[in-house]
């Protein structure tokens, strides 16, 4: 059992460069989230999807895009990145109201 | 709308001393309170959870938190710092009909020897 599992831990984008971090849960969870973390301001809802299908805006979607094809991936995708983008990204998945981290992807855009 | 102010973003204790985080919620609705801890360079990892059971909760590693209604706090409290206890710290509030989270902007713990 891994739990939640991210890929890469680290990438450098260039501006305007494409990426898609990657996200797998193997705990059979439902609901599945993206946060990305900047010093001093906690975690931010990205999007988040409550089964394979479903997704929705969190708190701040512009510039990335998610799909939910099955109940274990959640890929988060960025088309044009951004330097406002360099931030650590954080997947998690939930059951009973606890969710469950991954390690996180920690992406610089130069 | 709901929202998490955790008050003072470092906190500084001396191992054996105790440790005080401080969390204030705001709901519209009764809430669901956590307590996660972040090490250095890892996610998330979840401490303790209020989900209106016992006003007083006890987490992992020997920390516990107390649901204040009146005070609409759930500070996080350890009797005994440990070295191993320097980590970030947040709060973050749910409601009753969505597993999704607002986190507050974190504390970090420092013990000193």
């Known amino acids: 059992n891994a739990g939640v599992t991210q890929t890469p831990k680290f990438r450098i984008l260039k501006i305007g460069q494409s990426m898609t971090l990657q996200c797998t849960q193997d705990?059979?969870?439902?609901?599945m989230y993206w946060y990305r973390q900047d010093p001093g301001m906690g975690l931010k809802l990205i999007y988040y999807?409550?089964?394979?299908?479903?997704?929705d805006k969190g708190e701040v979607p512009n510039g990335y895009n998610v799909s939910r094809s099955t109940t274990e991936d959640f890929p988060l995708r960025l088309e044009l990145a951004a330097p406002s983008q360099t931030s650590v990204y954080f997947c998690?998945?939930?059951?009973?109201?606890?969710?469950?981290f991954g390690p996180g992807t920690r992406l610089t855009v130069l | 709308a709901q929202s998490v102010t955790q008050l003072g973003s470092h906190v500084s204790v001396s191992e054996g001393a105790l440790v005080l985080l401080r969390c204030n919620y705001s709901?519209?609705?009764?809430?669901?309170l956590f307590w996660y801890v972040q090490y250095p360079n890892q996610g998330l990892q979840l401490l303790l959870k209020?989900?209106?059971?016992?006003?007083l909760v006890k987490g992992i590693n020997g920390f516990e938190a107390e649901f204040k209604k009146s005070e609409t706090s759930f500070h996080l409290t350890k009797p005994s710092a440990h070295m191993s206890d320097a980590a970030e710290y947040f709060c973050?509030?749910?409601?009753?009909?969505?597993?999704?989270?607002?986190f507050g902007t974190g504390t970090r713990l420092q013990v000193f020897p």
């Open positions: 998690a998945s939930s059951h009973s109201y606890e969710q469950f």
């Open positions: 973050a509030v749910s409601d009753q009909n969505t597993d999704k989270l607002i």
């Open positions: 999807s409550v089964g394979a299908g479903i997704t």
């Open positions: 209020y989900t209106s059971a016992a006003t």
């Open positions: 705990m059979n969870h439902n609901y």
């Open positions: 709901s519209s609705v009764p809430p669901y």
